[in-house]
């Protein structure tokens, strides 16, 4: 069963940053296309930024010029690197992983932006 690990969350002050992390065990990382989401309660989960398994990266609108999305196939992971972070940015982030088909969830790390 592949899983998806996301780590690097927490509290961070408006206009600071967060590196989240998300290791990939049990899979062809690879073949993999991968993102993050992000939820906050009662909304629906959105798209933060997802890159190809090729190395193309995609973000959302209100994230571009702020964040950062990138995978290393030496080590299984996808990162992604939040700066000027803003209070809108508080969610909880998923790890997602596509292919073939198939698609898996982390379990999620909480972000909180505030002063």
């Known amino acids: 069963q592949p899983q998806f690990v996301e780590s690097g969350g927490g509290l961070v002050q408006p206009g600071g940053s967060l590196r989240l992390s998300c290791a990939a065990a049990?899979?062809?990382?690879?073949?993999?296309?991968m993102g993050w989401y992000r939820q906050v309660p009662g909304k629906q989960r959105e798209l933060v930024a997802e890159i190809t398994n090729g190395g193309s990266p995609k973000y959302a609108d209100s994230v571009k010029d702020r964040f950062t999305i990138s995978r290393d196939g030496a080590k299984n992971t996808v990162l992604l690197q939040m700066n000027s972070l803003k209070l809108d940015d508080t969610a909880v982030y998923y790890c997602h992983g596509e292919a073939a088909g198939y698609e898996y969830w982390g379990q999620g790390t909480q972000v909180t932006v505030s002063s």
């Open positions: 049990e899979v062809a990382f690879s073949i993999y296309a």
